[in-house]
């Protein structure tokens, strides 16, 4: 009976430490990834922000199509948005990547092919 009792009170005592532990952690901000894919779903390329210091952009083709993606970083200002820079990527080894200093806001993705295929998201 004692012994049952004394491995519930250490299983609580575990719980409520991890409990405090995972409180006390300073939260970890968020990467975010934009996926560009073409009306058949097919992927054409991806775009991924690193939330560090400084703001840090991966921009990837997917596809060897013969086409390249622009990946671009926009900030916010009295007059809209305006951009910050941008780097694309052809279907060759690697990605091509951004470091910024000045924090961006909004990130853009598109195809470098026929047509208008693109996509955004706030960061």
Same mark, same amino acid.
């Given at each position: 009976?004692?012994? &049952?009792?004394? &491995?519930?009170?250490?299983?609580?005592?575990?719980?409520?430490? !991890?409990?405090?532990?995972?409180?006390?952690? /300073?939260?970890?901000?968020?990467? &975010?990834?934009?996926?560009? !894919?073409?009306?058949?779903?097919?992927?054409?390329?991806?775009?991924?922000?690193?939330?560090?210091?400084?703001? &840090?952009?991966?921009?990837?083709?997917?596809?060897?199509?013969?086409?390249?993606?622009?990946?671009?970083?926009?900030?916010?200002? !009295?007059?809209?948005?305006?951009?910050?820079?941008?780097? !694309?990527?052809?279907?060759? @080894?690697?990605?091509?990547?951004?470091?910024? @200093?000045? /924090?961006?806001?909004?990130?853009?993705?598109?195809?470098?092919?026929?047509?208008?295929?693109?996509?955004?998201?706030?960061?």
């Amino acid at each position: 009976m004692l012994t &049952k009792l004394m &491995k519930r009170a250490m299983i609580v005592c575990v719980l409520m430490a !991890s409990i405090v532990v995972g409180i006390a952690v /300073p939260a970890q901000a968020a990467n &975010k990834t934009i996926i560009l !894919s073409d009306i058949d779903g097919r992927q054409l390329g991806y775009m991924v922000f690193y939330d560090v210091e400084p703001d &840090k952009f991966k921009v990837c083709d997917t596809q060897r199509d013969g086409y390249s993606v622009t990946g671009q970083v926009l900030t916010q200002t !009295s007059n809209g948005h305006i951009p910050l820079g941008d780097t !694309s990527d052809g279907s060759d @080894r690697g990605c091509n990547t951004m470091v910024f @200093r000045v /924090p961006g806001d909004q990130m853009r993705l598109w195809w470098n092919g026929p047509g208008n295929i693109s996509t955004w998201a706030n960061i």
